[in-house]
C-alpha cells in the first residue's frame, strides 16, 4: 500500500477562519512533507518532518502551522491566510533518501 | 547549486507517435533521480527511482533512462491517457529534500 491520504479535498475559508489540512500515512514512512502547488509551477516544499520532528522549514510564514502528532499524521494548521495562499497543498511521506509518495492534495482556496 | 531543467515545456504527440523527455541535472553527489506523472488537480503519482548512472527502469509504455548528466523519459506508442505533466526530481547528498524540475505537459491526441 503506497498511499496517502489528505483531507479535506477541497477547502474555501475566509481570511479571519482557522482551519487544519490533514494528512496520513500507514507505509512505516519516517520523513513526511507538505508542499504547495500553484497552477503550472512544480511542487514547492514548505515543511520536513523526520522521526516527528520539523527538520526543513522552508522560510513560510507563521499563518502555516505545521503539527506531526504521531509516525504516522501529518497536520498542517492555517490562521489569517491570504488570497495569494490559494493553492493545492500537498503531503507527502518517504523512507530517508528515497522516493516520496504523494496525496491527492487539498485544493485551498481563500476568500 | 543542485538544479533540475526539464524539456520540453510541452509536447503535443500523435496517438502512436513515440518520443523521449528530457532531464538535465547538476548535483553534488547523486542520491536517486525520481520521475512522477501529475494529471491537472491531483498529487503526483511516483513512477520510477534511478541511482547510477546506466540504470534503466520500465512500466507499460514508459521507460526511464539515466546518464551522469541527465535522464530520459521514454515514451512508446503512447495513447490518449498518457497526457499528463511529467516531473523530474533530484535528491542530492547535500540536500533533504527533492528538487523538482518545470516539469513537461505531454498532449496525446488521438
Known amino acids: 500500500d503506497t498511499e496517502v491520504t489528505q483531507t479535506p479535498k477541497h477547502l474555501v475559508m475566509g481570511m479571519t477562519n482557522k482551519k487544519s489540512l490533514k494528512c496520513e500515512q500507514h507505509?512505516?514512512?519516517?520523513?513526511m512533507y507538505w508542499y504547495k502547488q500553484k497552477a503550472k509551477k512544480p511542487p514547492e516544499l514548505m515543511f520536513v518532518y523526520s522521526y516527528e520532528k520539523l527538520s526543513i522549514n522552508e522560510s513560510v510564514p507563521s499563518r502555516f502551522s505545521p503539527e506531526c502528532p504521531n509516525s504516522s499524521l501529518l497536520n498542517l494548521h492555517l490562521h489569517a491566510l491570504q488570497p495569494e495562499d490559494s493553492a493545492l497543498y500537498l503531503c507527502?511521506?518517504?523512507?530517508?533518501?528515497?522516493?516520496?509518495?504523494f496525496g491527492q492534495g487539498t485544493r485551498l482556496t481563500v476568500v | 547549486e543542485d538544479q533540475v531543467t526539464q524539456s520540453p515545456e510541452a509536447l503535443r504527440l500523435q496517438e502512436g507517435e513515440s518520443s523521449s523527455l528530457n532531464c538535465s541535472y547538476t548535483?553534488?553527489?547523486?542520491?536517486?533521480l525520481f520521475w512522477y506523472r501529475q494529471d491537472p488537480g491531483k498529487g503526483p503519482e511516483f513512477l520510477f527511482t534511478l541511482y547510477s548512472a546506466g540504470e534503466e527502469k520500465e512500466k507499460e509504455r514508459l521507460k526511464a533512462t539515466l546518464t551522469k548528466k541527465e535522464s530520459f523519459l521514454h515514451i512508446t506508442a503512447p495513447k490518449p491517457e498518457d497526457s499528463a505533466t511529467y516531473l523530474c526530481a533530484i535528491l542530492g547528498r547535500s540536500q533533504g529534500n527533492l528538487i523538482f524540475g518545470k516539469g513537461t505537459k505531454l498532449s496525446v491526441k488521438p
Open positions: 507527502a511521506s518517504s523512507t530517508l533518501n528515497t522516493e516520496a509518495f
Open positions: 507505509m512505516g514512512h519516517r520523513a
Open positions: 548535483v553534488s553527489g547523486l542520491r536517486g
